[in-house]
């Protein structure tokens, strides 16, 4: 068996997380440009050189529905990004079974394989269901 596939595969992936990270954040920092030109100047900086998880939180407290959804967004490429750094990047982060590729190039920022996020959901809808 060999990785080399895989690893080219994951590579292609790699690129498209980060040319989308770059376009999300252009975008939000455009939105904060427009929203707010001096919390603009005051966040840009921060969010062009690394989107860390407090300047995203920061960004978030500014309560902007449109960057919010760009940062969620955002935060699945980075997260994606750092699996990809970790080595860990193609596998379920649940059942720790390799993510089918077809789902991977449909959706780069996957973390988990299907099922695995079916269950996710389902246990996620539950939540906002009230009790017995
Ligand atoms: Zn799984």
Do not use: W
Not at 1 to 17: Q, W
Not at 20 to 38: G, M, S, W
Not at 57 to 74: K, Y
Not at 100 to 125: N, V
């Amino acid at each position: 068996m060999t990785n080399i596939t895989h690893a080219r595969e994951f590579d292609a992936l790699d690129k498209v997380l980060r040319g989308r990270r770059q376009a999300l954040v252009d975008e939000i920092h455009e939105d904060l440009l427009k929203t707010d030109e001096h919390r603009a100047a005051l966040f840009a900086d921060g969010v062009r050189d690394l989107v860390d998880e407090s300047v995203a939180d920061l960004i978030v407290d500014l309560d902007l529905a449109d960057t919010d959804r760009d940062l969620e967004e955002l935060r699945d490429v980075e997260a994606a990004l750092a699996r990809v750094s970790a080595g860990t990047y193609g596998r379920c982060t649940q059942c720790r079974q390799p993510i089918p590729h077809d789902r991977l190039a449909a959706s780069p920022t996957a973390e988990r394989c299907q099922p695995c996020q079916a269950m996710h959901e389902k246990t996620f809808a539950h939540k906002g269901m009230p009790g017995l």
